[in-house]
């Protein structure tokens, strides 16, 4: 943990000591919905196929044994159900952060990171963040942002709030999904107001963070339009946009559990890094690594710690530390079978030996990093890897002839 006195001014987070057997503030909702599913009360979506008859040829709900058990449970109807259904895509039986940052890579680590909701919840499927829609799935988000438009106008007229509710979410998702996140900024907004009216504090958990995301994204820049090699371009920072991320953040951290509490710390340390504010950035790394480990997610602590290796953070002027972190960071991620970020963090221990003079080490680090990006496809981080391969093995044998040419300058000396 980072020593000295935080500046007040500064949201870092709950400075106070997490209890040993913390296991959330919600945990009695996910009890009771695990009850009735065991019981037979409910019926557990994530088990049921999926139907690919016409809706002419279904049976109809009538024909059940009783309206109760027709229902399926649904973000508008269940409180409980809205954020701990999000949180459990990501929190099974095993306690893991599954789902965020399966396919990310070195420097796309520093993305921040979203909660996904559970399928059976009707919502859109959120595409990654700066990806382009192709034409048609364009046309077809363009399409369903009308048809929920209607849908919300129709809810609001019939007072059904929570089905409003529900639809304001899948349209700030879709208008992720294409980029307009000033609209979709909207849309969470009216979600966030209609979960207040409802006493939802899960449901303004979600929305917090959705916002807090979206205006993270403007701030550096990021969308569709701006990509390059298949990641996102980032522009340069607008402070004002990160400072308002910053504060949704904060809100979310203060209205989740442990699995929210994670995503806001750790969100809030790489908006800390953007703004090149390193303290506040490894201190909140730090907490999401701490709720990380509370969790027994090696999915978490694998996030927080390539965070802290890869970001701007107070590390960077700690080699050893720095080296001790990128070394755990690929034992976790071979241990996950995630070996797409294995050539960045090779290639990082390769820059700090070189740093540190250490010449054979380094070109030892490259030519793995080298080797890795062979078997990943990746041309770019070979490319890469291989010119500060070519750059080391000059500056060893540099080393090597000039301490050849003063050893021949001694004998000369001592022979004359």
């Known amino acids: 943990m980072v ?24 945990r009695p909702a996910r009890m009771g919905l ?11 979506p994530l088990e049921m196929q999926q139907s690919h008859a016409p809706w002419s040829a279904r049976r109809p709900l009538s024909s059940l044994k009783s309206p109760r058990e027709s229902r399926i449970p649904s973000a508008g109807r269940s409180r409980s159900i809205t954020s701990n259904a999000g949180d459990r895509t990501m929190l099974p039986m095993g306690g893991g952060l599954q789902g965020l940052g399966q396919d990310r890579t070195g420097p796309e680590l520093l993305h921040p990171q979203r909660i996904e909701l559970p399928t059976y919840l009707n ?21 369903r942002v009308q048809d929920l ?4 106008f129709a809810c609001r007229r019939a007072c059904k709030t929570r089905e409003e509710g529900r639809a304001q979410f899948s349209m700030g998702v879709l208008r992720d999904n294409l980029g307009q996140y000033s609209k979709a900024l909207e849309s969470y907004n009216h979600f966030l107001r209609i979960c207040k009216e409802c006493n939802d504090g899960q449901g303004c958990a979600l929305a917090y963070h959705c916002m807090a995301v979206d205006y993270q994204l403007m701030a550096t820049g990021v969308s569709p339009n701006s990509t390059e090699g298949g990641s996102p371009k980032k522009g340069p920072v607008r402070t004002e946009q990160m400072r308002k991320a910053i504060f949704y953040h904060n809100k979310h951290r203060e209205n989740s559990d442990a699995v929210g509490k994670f995503v806001a710390h750790l969100n809030m340390g790489l908006a800390y890094s953007e703004l ?37 953070g107070m590390y960077d002027s700690d080699p050893e530390k720095l080296k001790l972190l990128i070394e755990r960071y690929l034992e976790l991620s071979a241990t996950l079978k995630q070996p797409k970020s294995h050539a960045s963090a090779l290639q990082k221990l390769g820059i700090l030996a070189s740093q540190q003079g250490d010449n054979d080490q380094s070109m030892a680090y490259f030519q793995q990093a080298v080797e890795t990006a062979q078997e990943q496809g990746d041309r770019e981080a070979e490319m890469d890897c291989s010119v500060r391969l070519g750059i080391a093995t000059g500056q060893a044998k540099m080393a090597e002839h000039l301490s050849n040419i003063l050893q021949q300058s001694v004998v000369g000396r001592a022979s004359g």
């Open 3 to 26: 020593q000295g006195c935080v500046p007040h001014d500064k949201p870092l987070g709950e400075f106070s000591e997490l209890l040993p057997n913390y296991e959330g503030s919600y």
């Open 149 to 152: 438009e209607l849908l919300t």
């Open 34 to 44: 695990r009850k009735a599913l065991d019981s037979g009360k409910l019926r557990n």
């Open 123 to 143: 919502t859109p499927p959120r595409r990654p963040d700066g990806e382009p829609l192709a034409p048609e799935e364009k046309t077809q988000a363009i399409r």
């Open 276 to 312: 090149g504010e390193k303290e506040a950035s490894t201190v909140n790394h730090q907490y999401a690594l701490r709720y990380a480990l509370q969790l027994h997610s090696l999915e978490g602590q694998t996030l927080a710690i390539g965070s802290l290796s890869f970001g701007a």
